[in-house]
């Protein structure tokens, strides 16, 4: 079992930036891929960002690629989401997801077995 709480979420204006935290705690978080998504209003959960156990592998969707930064830091049982250049679009429940895989990475919101409950992320213009 896996405990995933997220922090960071907040209010921004476009242009801004924000990171995004996820704390794990449980069995060892480095036998887990990690995950991040969001949920808009009225919209399916979708995948943002992905990264494989070790961090040595990394995976974004188009829509923020080259603006989302997605790391780890196995020692503190910390998966990070750096988000810049934020635009009203980006605005969305964020929830982190942990799946208990060896290899790769995890894109699909039913390949996770682990969910935080979701940090409010919020972007004006």
């Known amino acids: 079992q896996v405990q995933l709480v997220e922090s960071g979420g907040g209010l921004v204006q476009a242009g801004g930036s924000l990171r995004l935290s996820c704390a794990a705690s449980?069995?060892?978080?480095?036998?887990?891929?990690m995950g991040w998504f969001r949920q808009a209003p009225g919209k399916e959960r979708e995948f943002v960002a992905a990264?494989?156990?070790?961090?040595?592998?990394?995976y974004y969707a188009d829509a923020v690629k080259g603006r989302f930064t997605i790391s780890r830091d196995n020692a503190k049982n910390t998966v990070y989401l750096q988000m810049n250049s934020l635009k009203t679009e980006d605005t969305a429940v964020y929830y982190c997801?942990?799946?208990?895989?060896?290899?790769?990475?995890?894109?699909?919101?039913?390949?996770?077995?682990?969910w935080g409950q979701g940090t409010q992320v919020t972007v004006s213009s």
């Open positions: 449980g069995r060892t978080f480095s036998m887990y891929a």
């Open positions: 990264i494989s156990w070790s961090g040595g592998a990394s």
């Open positions: 997801a942990a799946a208990n895989i060896v290899y790769g990475l995890r894109l699909r919101v039913d390949e996770y077995d682990y």
